[in-house]
C-alpha cells in the first residue's frame, strides 16, 4: 500500500500568490483530513470529509482557504491569496470511516510564504 | 516581538532503558485514543490504541495504559533505540471523527 500521497513535498511562494496542496488518500478510505502543523499552534485539524463530503470545516482560518474532494481519491486545499503567516507544514491523512478509526497521515506538504 | 512557540516537553534516556511518555487528555468523554510518533521532516506515525473499555495494550515493545479516572494516557517503550528518538503525539476522541492532539512530547534516545 502507497499509504496516504500528498503533493508536492514542498512548496515556495510569494505573498499573494494562489497555492494549491495535493492528497490522494488510501483506497478504499472514506474519510479524508486536512491538519496544518506550526511551532506556535502543534497540530490543528482544518477541515474533514466523508464520502467526499465536507462535514466539519470550522478550523479552516479564513475565507482564503478552500478545500475540495471531487471523488473518492484526490482532494485539494487552496490558499487564495497565500499570506506569510499561512507559512507551515501542510498534513492530509485518510482513514477508513467513522467511529474512531485510526488516521493515516501522508509525509505533509512544507509551505513557505514569502 | 519575541515569538513564543508551544513548550514541547523533552525526555532524555540512554539507549537500552526503557522511556514512559505521560499524557493528560482533557475529555471524560472521550472513547478511543492513539499514539503517534512523528520524526523529523516526516508525518505522524501510528503507534498504538486504546479504547476506553481497555485499561492496557500492548504492542512489539510498546504498551500503553489509559486511566480514565484521572484522564491520563502513557505510552511505555521497552529498550528504548535511537530509532525511537522523535516527537510522540496522544490523540484523543469523542466523535468518533476529529481527534484531539496534544502538543507532543520531545523524546531523544543517547546512544
Known amino acids: 500500500d502507497a499509504g496516504v500521497i500528498q503533493s508536492p513535498r514542498h512548496e515556495v511562494t510569494e505573498m499573494g500568490q494562489e497555492v494549491t496542496l495535493r492528497c490522494k488518500p488510501i483506497?478504499?478510505?472514506?474519510?479524508l483530513f486536512w491538519y496544518r502543523q506550526t511551532m506556535m499552534r502543534g497540530l490543528e485539524l482544518l477541515i474533514y470529509?466523508?464520502?467526499?463530503?465536507?462535514?466539519?470545516d470550522s478550523g479552516m482560518p479564513e475565507d482564503r482557504f478552500s478545500a475540495k474532494m471531487p471523488n473518492a481519491s484526490f482532494s485539494t486545499l487552496k490558499i487564495q491569496p497565500s499570506e506569510p503567516r499561512d507559512s507551515a507544514v501542510y498534513f492530509c491523512?485518510?482513514?477508513?470511516?467513522?467511529?474512531?478509526?485510526?488516521?493515516?497521515f501522508g509525509a505533509g506538504t512544507r509551505l513557505s510564504v514569502l | 516581538g519575541e515569538s513564543v512557540g508551544l513548550h514541547l516537553p523533552t525526555l532524555s534516556v540512554q539507549e537500552g532503558d526503557n522511556s514512559i511518555i505521560n499524557c493528560a487528555y482533557s475529555?471524560?468523554?472521550?472513547?478511543?485514543f492513539i499514539w503517534y510518533k512523528q520524526e523529523s521532516g516526516k508525518g505522524p506515525q501510528f503507534i498504538i490504541d486504546?479504547?476506553?473499555?481497555?485499561d492496557k495494550r500492548q504492542g512489539q515493545r510498546v504498551t500503553v495504559l489509559l486511566n480514565k479516572t484521572v484522564k491520563h494516557l502513557s505510552l511505555q517503550i521497552a529498550a528504548t533505540q535511537p530509532g525511537d528518538s522523535a516527537v510522540y503525539f496522544c490523540a484523543e476522541t469523542y466523535t468518533g471523527n476529529q481527534f484531539y492532539f496534544g502538543t507532543g512530547t520531545s523524546l531523544t534516545v543517547i546512544p
Open positions: 486504546i479504547r476506553s473499555n481497555m
Open positions: 483506497s478504499g478510505h472514506n474519510s
Open positions: 475529555n471524560s468523554a472521550s472513547d478511543y
Open positions: 491523512a485518510s482513514s477508513q470511516g467513522t467511529g474512531g478509526y485510526i488516521q493515516y
Open positions: 470529509f466523508n464520502n467526499n463530503v465536507p462535514i466539519d
